[in-house]
Each structure stands twice: as C-alpha cells, then as structure tokens.
C-alpha cells in the first residue's frame, strides 16, 4: 500500500505559478501509474494530468494542455505538477492518486481507476 501526501498549494495571483509535488510513502512510486485531480467548492471532482509508471506518457484535460505539465522522480518517490498561467477558475482542492495497473488512455482520466489518493493541497488563484 502507498501514502501519498501533497505539498505546494498557495494563494497566487492570476499569470502566476505553483509546482505541486506528491510524496509517496510505503511502496515505490515507480509501480504506480500516477494522477493529479482538483475539486472546486460545489463542483465534481476534475482530472488534471495523469502520467505513466516510467513517465514516457502523459496526457491532459484539454483545459490544463500547453499550461500544466505532470512530471515524476521515481527515485525520488515524488510526483509533480508544474501550474503556469494560472487562472481563477483553477482554484481548487488539488489531489494526487496512484494506480497499480498500467496507464489506459481511456481509463486513467477517471477517478475510479485509482486506488490511493493523497488528502489534497488547496490552490487560490486571486483575480
């Protein structure tokens, strides 16, 4: 079983930036096809990025394409979410989740393909 713990979250204005990072405890990350989803107050839960085991795959949500970029360091057991040119409407509850199966391009933008998830980290985005 893997823990997973988010850090990174913050107030920052629109145009600005944060870097996410998911720490994972008890099993190596490498075993893990890993996501990041958000939830915004009164709103589902929303995928973001999720990126294969070795990292050589990635996709996006269509809103996040060309302005997020999820990136991982299996030997750091970490996972990443670089968030430039932020917008109001990004501001959410961002969490991390892990997958033991191999990435589907069709499955892992979902949430119920995941098993693990971390407790979230909150990003503002200020008008």
């Known amino acids: 079983q893997v823990q997973l713990v988010e850090s990174g979250g913050g107030l920052v204005q629109t145009g600005g930036s944060l870097r996410l990072s998911c720490a994972a405890s008890g099993r190596a990350i490498s075993s893990y096809t890993m996501g990041w989803f958000r939830q915004a107050p009164g709103k589902e839960r929303e995928f973001v990025a999720f990126?294969?085991?070795?990292?050589?795959?990635?996709n996006y949500a269509d809103s996040m394409k060309g302005r997020f970029t999820i990136s991982r360091e299996n030997a750091k057991n970490t996972v990443y979410l670089q968030m430039n040119a932020l917008k109001p409407e990004d501001t959410a509850v961002y969490s991390c989740?892990?997958?033991?199966?191999?990435?589907?391009?069709?499955?892992?933008?979902?949430?119920?393909?995941?098993?693990?998830w971390g407790q979230g980290t909150q990003v503002t985005v200020s008008s």
């Open positions: 990126i294969s085991k070795s990292g050589a795959f990635t």
């Open positions: 989740a892990a997958d033991g199966r191999g990435y589907s391009t069709v499955y892992s933008s979902t949430s119920q393909r995941y098993d693990y």
